[in-house]
Each structure stands twice: as structure tokens, then as C-alpha cells.
């Protein structure tokens, strides 16, 4: 379960430079991710309150925002296991800082367009899957296997502070200046980070297998790469485990996306929310996954990873259903709405830790890139569908009933892990897995 991108980023061995390292990541991961929050609010509240869009485009935006993960994750994932990591990461903050910026630019020269804001969204897409895929690579090189876990779970304990505070923030900081204006603070969020990340100095990767080059020789470039995004997409699919998170996560994003799409029009529409109250009934989910991100380590430890991680696909999908159900007056409503989203959050941080510790610890170092960015084309690729899902169902069958569609659908994500051997799986792997079904230690050249 993944109810958004994982943002959050070894030497295999405890050396205080790659801890030093990690400190800074982590810094500004934590300031970007505020930032982030407050521009996920802002950016739909400039389409729906400035430019007057309706549920279709709406959805249509959204959608553009994860197209890249569709269309550009698998050649990119070839990218991160072929380039620096951290200087991949740097480029993609500075990139996305630019392109945040340029919405309140163009609101302020009056050029301002949905179809601008539609290709801006596509383009902060694209970045974005560039650094996340960059990113879940680089932390196994810069934390030890022993403090991976934990290295997840602080990462995932800053994007629950975000997302507790952040909409809140951001409900506020639209309501002062402006939707277009709140941007700004979003893309000096990026550069905060770009500054932090390239102040960590690199660990030393393992040597790169011999083998994949000399596979290349002679061949066709094109040849080339698709010969190793085939292989990351294999391995994603011949695991049974990875298999199946990337089909939950691929289920639960979809129609977890489309929710989102319909509630933000629901809410300012129909229950008339205000844009304060709005941003604060979306912390809740921040504040439930800030909860659930605590709990993992322990709770894996008493039950066990595999049950933990059913456990909150199941919770979490469920809560949702909350959202459409709530009624009543103008006080309860907010409550119940609240109460939904936080319960979700509470599983969201529980399953997150663990699945993208599972993920990297199975993974051999050389494909950490194309697992991350095969794992990512199945478990985002079909969100852009969710969100335009979302906002088709709102314009044919009304928003409340639109609502009740797609929090239903979400009960068919936790199919894929209860099918699967995840749930009699009791702690993380040993060794990481090679395809060929050999074991390795993790940063062993193979």
C-alpha cells in the first residue's frame, strides 16, 4: 500500500560518514516534503478556484501529474543504475523548483492557462519520478542493511509530519496569499533539498556486474536498454512478494487517486468546506501514517512483516469508505471524514515502512533502479486512469455517489498480498535475490 509516491531515500557497513549523509538527506527530504504538501493542495485550488476547471479537467490534470510513472519510469530506471544517484537526485529538485515557480510567474503576468497547467504538471511528474527512483536507490548504499528499517522509517515519520502539518499549512497559507502565491514556498522547498543532497558525499557503489557489459558490446543502444528493462521488469514479476505489492499498491493508487480527485471538488462544492477546514481534514491522513509509521518496527517484531502489511492493506482500504458515508451537520460531517482519512493514514505508515524495506533488501544493488522504476510503471502507471476515473464518474453520476464508486474499488487491492506468500513472511530477507535465484550480500559484486 502506497497512497502516494514513497519520497524518502548505505555503505553496508555502520560508517558515521554514510549516518552524516542520511542526516542531510534526510533534512531536506523533511523541508521538501512540507513543501510538497502545500503544493499538492495548491495546484488543484489554482485549476478549481482560478481557473474555474471543471470535474473532467480536473481529473485530466491529476492524471497528467502520474502519466510519467507510465511513460517514463522504465527508461529512467535504466538512467539511475547506469548514473550517479545523488547527482540525478540534485538535477531533478532543481528541475522541479523551476517549474513550481513558473505557475505563480505566469498567474502574475496574466498568461496563466489550464493547458499550461497541464504541461507544467506533466513536467513536475516526470522529475519526480527521476528523484524518487533515484532516491530509493541511493539509501541502501548510504545506510547500513541493520539500519535500513530505521532509515525508512524516519523518512516515512517526515512525509506523516508533512502530510499531517502540511495541508493544514498550506490550507492557511492559500487562504492569506493566494493558491498561485503558495507555490513559492513549494519550490524553495526543492531548492532547500537540492542544497542538502548535494552536500552528501557519495558512498562508494559495489562494482558493476560483468556481465550486463558485456552484453552490450556491439549492440544496438536500443537493443541494450531494453535488454535491462526487461530484466528489472522480470524480476519484479518472476517475485511472488514484489509481485504482488506492486499489484496492490497499483489497485490502491488507482482508486485511491480518484477518491482524492472527487473529494476535492466535494468538498468545496457540495459541503463547502472551507479551504482551511479542507486542508485539515486531508492531515488526517497525516497524522493516522505519522501513528502507523511508529508502530512498524514494533509491530513487525510482535506479529510479524507479512501480517503487519496485510493487516494494513486491509484497514486501509477500508477506511476510505468513511468518506462517502459521512452525514450529518456541519461539524460532524468534517469529524467523520477526518476520522476515515486517519484511520487510512494509521495503515498507509504501518505497510510503507515495511514494503519498501522488503523491496530494497530482496534486491541485488546493480537492479535497485530498474526494480524501483518497474515497481513504480505497475504501481503508478495506472493512476492517471484513477484520476480520470474519478472525475468522469463525478460528471455522470454526481460527486457523493462518484465517491461511494471508487472507495468500493479499493477493496480489491489487498486480493494480490492475501493471494500471496507475504502473509507468512516474518522478517526481511537475509540476502538480497538475483534473478538467477542465487542469494547475494547486499554491496556483494557479482
Given at each position: 500500500?502506497?497512497?502516494?509516491?514513497?519520497r524518502?531515500?548505505?555503505?553496508?557497513?555502520?560508517?558515521?560518514?554514510?549516518?552524516?549523509?542520511?542526516?542531510?538527506?534526510?533534512?531536506?527530504?523533511?523541508?521538501?516534503?512540507?513543501?510538497?504538501?502545500?503544493?499538492?493542495?495548491?495546484?488543484?485550488?489554482?485549476?478549481?478556484?482560478?481557473?474555474?476547471?471543471s470535474?473532467?479537467?480536473?481529473?485530466?490534470?491529476?492524471?497528467?501529474?502520474?502519466?510519467?510513472?507510465?511513460?517514463?519510469?522504465?527508461?529512467?530506471?535504466?538512467?539511475?543504475?547506469?548514473?550517479?544517484?545523488r547527482?540525478?537526485?540534485?538535477?531533478?529538485?532543481?528541475?522541479?523548483?523551476?517549474?513550481?515557480?513558473?505557475?505563480?510567474?505566469?498567474y502574475?503576468?496574466d498568461?496563466?492557462?489550464?493547458?499550461?497547467?497541464?504541461?507544467?504538471?506533466?513536467?513536475?511528474?516526470?522529475?519526480?519520478?527521476l528523484?524518487?527512483?533515484?532516491?530509493?536507490?541511493?539509501?541502501?548504499?548510504?545506510?547500513?542493511?541493520?539500519?535500513l528499517?530505521k532509515?525508512?522509517?524516519?523518512?516515512?515519520?517526515?512525509?506523516?509530519?508533512?502530510?499531517?502539518?502540511?495541508?493544514?499549512?498550506?490550507?492557511a497559507?492559500?487562504?492569506?496569499?493566494?493558491?498561485?502565491?503558495?507555490?513559492?514556498?513549494?519550490?524553495?522547498?526543492?531548492?532547500?533539498?537540492?542544497?542538502?543532497?548535494?552536500l552528501?558525499?557519495?558512498?562508494r557503489?559495489?562494482?558493476?556486474?560483468?556481465?550486463?557489459?558485456?552484453?552490450?558490446?556491439?549492440?544496438p543502444?536500443?537493443?541494450?536498454?531494453?535488454?535491462?528493462?526487461?530484466?528489472?521488469?522480470?524480476?519484479?514479476?518472476?517475485?511472488?512478494?514484489?509481485?504482488?505489492?506492486?499489484?496492490?499498491?497499483?489497485?490502491?493508487?488507482?482508486?485511491?487517486?480518484?477518491?482524492?480527485?472527487?473529494?476535492m471538488?466535494?468538498?468545496?462544492?457540495?459541503?463547502?468546506?472551507?479551504?482551511?477546514?479542507?486542508?485539515l481534514?486531508l492531515?488526517?491522513?497525516?497524522?493516522?501514517?505519522?501513528?502507523?509509521?511508529?508502530?512498524?518496527?514494533?509491530?513487525?517484531?510482535?506479529?510479524?512483516?507479512?501480517?503487519?502489511?496485510?493487516?494494513g492493506?486491509?484497514?486501509?482500504c477500508?477506511?476510505?469508505?468513511?468518506?462517502?458515508?459521512a452525514?450529518?451537520?456541519?461539524?460532524?460531517?468534517?469529524?467523520?471524514?477526518?476520522?476515515?482519512?486517519?484511520?487510512a493514514?494509521?495503515?498507509?505508515?504501518?505497510?510503507?515502512?515495511?514494503?519498501?524495506?522488503?523491496?530494497?533488501?530482496?534486491?541485488?544493488?546493480?537492479l535497485?533502479?530498474?526494480?524501483?522504476?518497474?515497481?513504480?510503471?505497475?504501481?503508478?502507471?495506472?493512476?492517471?486512469?484513477?484520476?480520470l476515473?474519478?472525475?468522469?464518474l463525478?460528471?455522470?453520476?454526481?460527486?457523493?455517489?462518484?465517491?461511494?464508486?471508487?472507495?468500493?474499488?479499493?477493496?480489491?487491492?489487498?486480493?494480490?498480498?492475501?493471494?500471496?506468500?507475504?502473509?507468512?513472511?516474518?522478517?526481511?530477507?537475509?540476502?538480497?535475490?538475483?534473478?538467477?535465484?542465487?542469494?547475494?550480500?547486499?554491496?556483494?559484486a557479482?
Amino acid at each position: 500500500m502506497t497512497a502516494r509516491p514513497e519520497r524518502g531515500c548505505g555503505s553496508s557497513g555502520p560508517d558515521p560518514r554514510g549516518a552524516s549523509g542520511f542526516g542531510k538527506l534526510w533534512l531536506g527530504q523533511s523541508v521538501s516534503l512540507v513543501g510538497t504538501q502545500i503544493g499538492a493542495l495548491a495546484l488543484p485550488l489554482v485549476a478549481v478556484s482560478y481557473l474555474h476547471v471543471s470535474s473532467a479537467e480536473l481529473g485530466f490534470l491529476n492524471a497528467l501529474r502520474y502519466l510519467p510513472f507510465l511513460l517514463l519510469a522504465l527508461p529512467l530506471g535504466v538512467v539511475v543504475d547506469r548514473g550517479d544517484r545523488r547527482r540525478l537526485m540534485v538535477l531533478a529538485d532543481w528541475a522541479r523548483a523551476l517549474l513550481v515557480a513558473a505557475v505563480p510567474l505566469l498567474y502574475a503576468w496574466d498568461v496563466l492557462a489550464i493547458q499550461v497547467l497541464l504541461v507544467l504538471a506533466f513536467a513536475i511528474g516526470a522529475f519526480q519520478v527521476l528523484f524518487d527512483s533515484a532516491c530509493m536507490s541511493f539509501l541502501p548504499q548510504l545506510v547500513s542493511r541493520a539500519r535500513l528499517t530505521k532509515a525508512n522509517r524516519n523518512l516515512q515519520a517526515s512525509q506523516s509530519a508533512a502530510e499531517l502539518g502540511g495541508p493544514g499549512l498550506g490550507g492557511a497559507v492559500c487562504a492569506a496569499i493566494g493558491a498561485p502565491a503558495a507555490l513559492v514556498a513549494d519550490a524553495v522547498s526543492y531548492v532547500v533539498s537540492a542544497v542538502a543532497v548535494g552536500l552528501v558525499k557519495s558512498p562508494r557503489r559495489p562494482p558493476a556486474p560483468a556481465a550486463p557489459q558485456k552484453r552490450g558490446a556491439g549492440q544496438p543502444w536500443a537493443l541494450v536498454w531494453w535488454t535491462e528493462v526487461r530484466e528489472g521488469l522480470s524480476f519484479v514479476f518472476r517475485h511472488r512478494e514484489l509481485r504482488a505489492l506492486a499489484l496492490e499498491t497499483a489497485v490502491f493508487n488507482t482508486f485511491e487517486q480518484g477518491v482524492l480527485t472527487v473529494y476535492m471538488l466535494y468538498a468545496v462544492r457540495e459541503l463547502h468546506l472551507s479551504t482551511l477546514l479542507l486542508g485539515l481534514t486531508l492531515a488526517a491522513t497525516g497524522a493516522g501514517s505519522l501513528i502507523g509509521s511508529a508502530l512498524a518496527e514494533p509491530a513487525s517484531r510482535r506479529f510479524g512483516l507479512g501480517p503487519v502489511i496485510t493487516a494494513g492493506s486491509l484497514l486501509g482500504c477500508g477506511a476510505y469508505l468513511l468518506v462517502p458515508a459521512a452525514s450529518g451537520g456541519p461539524v460532524l460531517v468534517p469529524v467523520v471524514i477526518c476520522a476515515g482519512f486517519s484511520v487510512a493514514g494509521v495503515a498507509i505508515g504501518l505497510s510503507n515502512v515495511l514494503q519498501v524495506s522488503l523491496r530494497q533488501t530482496t534486491t541485488p544493488d546493480r537492479l535497485l533502479g530498474r526494480m524501483t522504476s518497474s515497481y513504480r510503471f505497475v504501481a503508478y502507471g495506472t493512476v492517471p486512469l484513477g484520476a480520470l476515473l474519478g472525475g468522469m464518474l463525478a460528471e455522470v453520476a454526481g460527486l457523493r455517489p462518484a465517491l461511494w464508486l471508487v472507495a468500493a474499488g479499493l477493496l480489491l487491492a489487498p486480493v494480490a498480498i492475501v493471494c500471496s506468500p507475504l502473509p507468512r513472511r516474518r522478517r526481511l530477507p537475509e540476502t538480497a535475490t538475483e534473478p538467477t535465484g542465487r542469494s547475494v550480500e547486499r554491496g556483494e559484486a557479482l
